[in-house]
């Protein structure tokens, strides 16, 4: 098939399930899709199971593999959401939150890595570097999932931002650290890294550079717009931003995920406020979430099929069952560090450690990066693992966080 048929198949594909989630399952809407694909996909394995001389599922796997899940998200679909994401999140509440926010998308990131790596080689006898390879593309909150879920919790204004602002931001730090330990441990691939001295000349070129591109860009789109006042002409201005912006990062060889994060910030505050007219802004937020519903509905449908994808075996499954545990107890480390930092200058909002921790899923981007992964003996089951503890925290954490906010986070009621 062309990009084109694949592109309308997945399209029709998230229509139908979408409908099947809203008419019988009633989840929400990312998560449903998610659900009826992952069930259609195990249904058709069962039964090739039954029926082998059919061949159904060596076919669906064949067009699957086609649709090279990778290269879509990470060339393509997460420019837009992240973009999507960012325009939501105001710099004011983020100014306020920064200090948290930036320790856990770096110093977070780095714990997670590392108590993921070391554990998983311990576990399954993984090389070193290719188990933090591992835990570096599992430690990053999916901002596309988790940003989903906030609209569900209805969360302290002050926990909604570092959570989201944690997410766009950890989601770029976290392909920056992928990147680094690939070259290190796969040294014949284009990332190749030389050394210690290397890799993080690289990380400051790759976050500082894609912040740089991004505040420039939006910036100069901000100013352009100003100049402007034709709704039309200024989405199509913000579409060309977010897609023009991305493959410019890619070409320069900067962080493209931080800086659509970045464009997206700037062109959701001071663009809104100094450079549109109200009509503008209407038409601009009602785009992009629009784009931001359907790019959602077509990534989880895709993570849904990626199933055929994976190589299911024992052992494999019983690594992807301590990975689930070890993931979130990295999880917690990542958020419970920082915060217990920042306690004795500060005060949280009440239940942050726990919100934070389960609310903190895993999504497409980490699928996206074990996919594009050198081939290797490790692959399939680097694949595997991710793929279960991805698909754990989006149905199970995902279904569940917004209840354990309400839970932990309520203040209590003053007797009168």
Request: proline fraction near 3%.
């Amino acid at each position: 098939m062309n990009i084109l048929q694949i592109t309308s198949f997945l399209i029709v594909l998230a229509g139908v399930f979408g409908a099947i989630n809203y008419l019988y399952l009633k989840l929400p809407s990312a998560i449903g899709i998610l659900v009826v694909a992952l069930l259609a996909s195990l249904a058709i394995l069962g039964f090739d199971l039954l029926l082998p001389s059919y061949g159904t599922a060596d076919a669906i796997r064949a067009e699957v593999l086609e649709i090279e899940f990778s290269d879509a998200l990470l060339e393509g679909m997460l420019g837009l959401l992240l973009f999507a994401g960012a325009l939501h999140v105001k710099i004011a509440d983020l100014r306020k939150e920064w200090i948290a926010v930036a320790l856990m998308a770096t110093i977070g990131i780095g714990l997670s890595t590392t108590i993921v790596g070391v554990g998983f080689s311990w576990l399954t006898g993984m090389p070193l570097l290719i188990a933090l390879v591992f835990g570096a593309l599992i430690s990053p909150t999916d901002p596309v999932a988790v940003l989903g879920v906030l609209k569900e919790a209805n969360l302290d204004k002050a926990l909604e931002t570092k959570i989201a602002g944690e997410s766009l931001f950890n989601d770029g730090v976290g392909y920056v650290v992928f990147l680094i330990l690939v070259g290190l441990a796969f040294p014949t691939g284009e990332n190749h890294s030389e050394g210690f001295a290397g890799a993080i000349e690289l990380f400051l070129v790759e976050a500082l550079g894609g912040a740089i591109l991004g505040v420039v860009l939006g910036w100069l789109t901000f100013r352009v717009m100003r100049r402007i006042d034709d709704y039309s002409l200024e989405v199509l201005i913000t579409l060309g931003l977010a897609f023009g912006g991305y493959e410019l990062a890619v070409y320069l060889h900067v962080s493209a995920p931080i800086m659509a994060v970045c464009a997206g910030l700037l062109i959701g505050d001071v663009g809104t406020k100094y450079g549109m007219s109200e009509e503008t802004r209407r038409y601009v937020d009602g785009f992009w979430r629009l784009i931001d519903e359907i790019l959602n509905a077509v990534l989880f449908l895709m993570i849904g099929v990626e199933v055929f994808a994976i190589a299911f075996n024992f052992d494999n499954f019983t690594a992807g069952i301590a990975a689930i545990a070890l993931a979130l107890f990295a999880r917690l480390a990542a958020v419970a560090v920082p915060i217990l930092m920042l306690k004795p200058f500060r005060s949280f909002s009440k239940g942050v450690i726990p919100i934070m921790t389960w609310g903190g899923l895993k999504g497409g981007i980490s699928v996206a990066l074990a996919l594009s992964l050198p081939a290797s003996e490790w692959k399939p089951l680097i694949l595997t693992v991710t793929y279960m503890v991805v698909v754990f925290s989006i149905i199970v954490q995902g279904l569940t966080v917004a209840r354990l906010a309400e839970r932990v986070g309520r203040e209590p009621e003053l007797l009168p």
